[in-house]
């Protein structure tokens, strides 16, 4: 079992940053596929970014490519995204979550955070 907690979140204007970040504990947190997603009011839950268990290997939607960065920290065992550029359309809720394989897709991943809210002021 993994918990995951997410924070970070918060009202910015177009434009800013902010960073959010995973806190996980439970099982082996270095050997799981990291993602984020989000979801927006009257939306699907969708694929923000993911990265491998190592650390060394990423995948971004291509709507987040070039402004959102994910990283992760094995001995925090915690996992972050970094947003810059920020658009009113990337308000959403945003999600982390663990994985036994890379997805994009939410039923593909195992474990999931309480998600924390991201609005964006045009």
């Known amino acids: 079992q993994v918990q995951l907690v997410e924070a970070g979140g918060g009202l910015v204007q177009a434009g800013g940053s902010l960073r959010l970040s995973c806190a996980a504990s439970g099982r082996t947190f270095s050997r799981y596929f990291m993602g984020w997603f989000r979801q927006a009011p009257g939306k699907e839950r969708e694929f923000v970014a993911a990265?491998?268990?190592?650390?060394?290997?990423?995948w971004y939607a291509d709507s987040v490519k070039g402004r959102f960065t994910i990283s992760k920290d094995n001995a925090k065992t915690t996992v972050y995204l970094q947003m810059n550029s920020l658009k009113p359309e990337d308000a959403a809720v945003y999600y982390c979550?663990?994985?036994?394989?890379?997805?994009?897709?939410?039923?593909?991943?195992?474990?999931w955070g309480q998600g924390t809210q991201v609005t964006v002021s045009s």
């Open positions: 990265i491998n268990w190592s650390g060394d290997s990423t």
């Open positions: 979550a663990a994985g036994n394989r890379l997805g994009k897709f939410p039923h593909e991943y195992d474990y």
